[in-house]
């Protein structure tokens, strides 16, 4: 009876803990936890590519850089264009901006405002389409890790393209500097994770 009952009682403080653990509340980060590093980045003509690296494989991983830095493309190979200041990735998911309602504001990627016509990027295996300039212009640049990233690739047998979940669609890259817009998070959508970008 004894030894229960110290079991027991040794067992208060880690219940006690577990029920009191930080938590992250309207997307911030629980206390302890990173602060995502947040900047800006204007770009006169910003477009997303559809990036097929040269040789036999088939993965695309879509890029986001100014229309003059297209050239680029020809002559860097994926990993040399994500070490470039001016060449980004396009975000994943909603992120929350600090220092805002996260149930009003998210970071979201940049795919949506990508506009439906593809061109041929100029080096012969990659496309492109333009971006819509969200007012007043800028875009947020977050750091993350290439850990999150996949390629996209030919479903062998169909159009389109499926989702590579290895552990590293960016192999040799540690990090990225992804791309996201500010979206406006519609009441009837919050928790949704949807929302008008706002211009």
Known sequence: MNTLLFF????LPVAGMAQSAPRARHGRPAPGEPQPVIGRVRLASPVLVFYRPAGPGTAVQQLVLDKNQLPLLRTLSLEELAQRRDVFVDGLGNLALPGTDAQKFR????SLLAGPERKPAGDGRSTYARLKVPSPGELY????????????VAAPGQQGYRIDFQTNGLPGIDSVRAVYTLR??????RGAGAGATLR
């Open 8 to 11: 027991a009682l040794a067992l």
């Open 107 to 110: 970071l979201a990627g940049t």
């Open 141 to 152: 640049v977050v750091r993350e890790s290439a850990e999150e990233y996949r390629h996209f």
């Open 184 to 189: 406006k998070v519609d009441a009837a959508e």
